[in-house]
């Protein structure tokens, strides 16, 4: 070690350990200051004292949650893999049975907030496999280990603040609050904030339960499809053929023309068949680049996509439910 000659009698492994106990103590002292603060913040957005001793005491970051956030794909899947992997066979015989066994609550649901039963489905499908798969991590732990982290701080600590907000309206009990590593939750998925927007108590017991009751997790995910702009009387889109020398200058989300003239224009549906007669502004769409799959999407592919901005995703919740419905 430059600087201290010869190791005498431990001293150079007293330095050593010295080094390597300070960061780690002035870590911990940091993170105590930073849990205070955050107590403090949630104090002002109203969160209760008790709910803040139950839901913080003992807390401390979570290195797996950190390494997930840090943890880069080893490759990335094609649209056919993607769909592949969502979209399989087995998921649409699910998906079909999963709508004949809730098709009462689901059309109650669905004329409610004016989404078809199907798309609720398929949402839910996409989401956890129907439930299947929610999740295994606390939540607030989670949110606490990236609010702290500083990468996304200032996200995650909104998100933090509201699910604090989630407990402290007696939603659900603090075991129980359990999600992804990023800490969405539930059966649909839903960050804490959108919980506190949309999430809804169908079932009448006085909490939004979006982990156990089903007809909460339907009426949440359909009043967040209604509330983002959800046209009950469209479908999401359809693939299509585009003609040789197609301008794709015109593939844009944001131009929008008839389907009689996009017909004008050469697009055809995938099997060769004309556009359908009903003459809604579409948009045309690549799922991956010009020799990827084509679509013709309308307002609800749109709305999908504040659900998730994938185009990936937003094919996949549209090819599902046309599965799911007989399409």
Not at 2 to 27: K, T
Request: hydrophobic share 40%; with cysteine.
């Amino acid at each position: 070690m430059r600087g201290f000659g010869v190791c005498r009698r431990g001293i150079c492994g007293a330095v050593a350990a010295l080094v390597l106990v300070l960061p780690a103590r002035a870590e911990t002292l940091s993170f105590a200051r930073w849990l205070e603060d955050l107590r403090q913040d949630a104090l002002r957005h109203g969160v209760s004292a008790a709910t803040l001793d139950s839901a913080l005491s003992g807390i401390k970051p979570i290195s797996r949650v950190i390494e997930l956030d840090r943890q880069q794909p080893e490759f990335t899947l094609t649209f056919h893999q993607y769909q592949e992997r969502v979209v399989p066979k087995a998921r649409i015989e699910k998906g079909k049975r999963k709508l004949s066994e809730n098709r009462t609550l689901l059309k109650e649901i669905g004329e409610r907030f004016g989404v078809q039963p199907r798309f609720i489905v398929a949402f839910w499908g996409i989401e956890t496999d129907f439930g299947r798969i929610t999740g295994g991590f606390p939540v607030i732990p989670a949110l606490t280990t990236l609010a702290f982290d500083g990468r996304r701080g200032a996200y995650f600590r909104r998100q933090l603040l509201d699910a604090l907000t989630i407990l402290d309206q007696g939603h659900i009990d603090i075991a129980r609050m359990v999600g992804s590593w990023a800490g969405a939750m539930g059966q649909c998925q839903f960050m804490p904030s959108s919980f506190l927007a949309y999430a809804v108590d169908f079932d009448g017991d006085g909490r939004k339960d979006i982990w156990n009751s089903k007809e909460d997790v339907f009426a949440s995910a359909a009043n967040y499809l209604s509330r983002s702009g959800w046209r009950n009387d469209q479908t999401w889109g359809r693939p299509v053929k585009l003609p040789q020398l197609f301008d794709l200058d015109l593939v844009d989300l944001k131009l929008q023309k008839r389907l009689s003239e996009w017909q004008r224009m050469g697009v055809r549906s995938a099997n060769g068949a004309d556009l359908p007669k009903r003459d809604l502004m579409a948009s045309v769409v690549l799922a991956e680049g010009p020799a990827g799959p084509t679509f013709v999407v309308y307002d609800n592919y749109r709305t999908i996509l504040k659900w998730n901005r994938s185009t990936f995703f937003a094919v996949a919740v549209g090819s599902l439910a046309d599965r799911i419905g007989g399409g």
